[in-house]
């Protein structure tokens, strides 16, 4: 029997809460992430680890606020980088840690208000293998192609 969840939209629908703002375990930036974000807020790439990143492990990722949210989020404003958002934000919650961990899908949407919980672990998985590809296949920012 087919599932009745084929598409992204069966199984998660945005509330603008920023809820996914906090991070499930921290919003991870990539180089092409520093580049576009300096550039979109008009700071030096050098600079914007020690500015606005925290070591985590190996990685750095976005500095939070007192709210527990990424300094770039404002209540009123939502996201202020969204045209340059780290590819993690981008890809949330359709992210490679559910493909490995089907299981991780409900701890996420216990905080995060526009998730389906009890979604069957193979319509999950290929609803994500969809969104990841047509997110990998979205042409990059012009920075991102001088790389």
């Not at 998730?115 to 997110?135: M, Y």
Request: hydrophobic share 30%; aromatic share 8%.
């Amino acid at each position: 029997m087919e599932s009745e969840y084929r598409t992204a939209e069966d199984i998660f629908e945005c509330k603008m809460c920023g809820d996914c703002c906090k991070g499930f375990g921290g919003t991870y930036v990539t180089r092409n992430d520093i580049v576009n974000i300096s550039l979109f807020i008009h700071s030096d790439p050098d600079k914007f680890i020690d500015q606005y990143c925290d070591p985590s492990g190996s990685r750095h990722v976005l500095t939070r606020g007192e709210d527990g949210r990424c300094i770039f989020f404002d209540k009123e404003k939502q996201c202020t980088i969204h045209p340059v958002k780290p590819y993690m934000c981008k890809a949330w919650p359709f992210i490679a840690a559910v493909i490995k961990v089907p299981e991780n899908w409900d701890i996420m949407a216990n905080s995060c208000p526009g998730i389906k919980k009890g979604i069957p672990h193979e319509a999950l998985i290929k609803i994500i293998e969809i969104e990841k590809e047509k997110l990998d296949h979205i042409k990059p920012h012009p920075q991102e192609e001088k790389e």
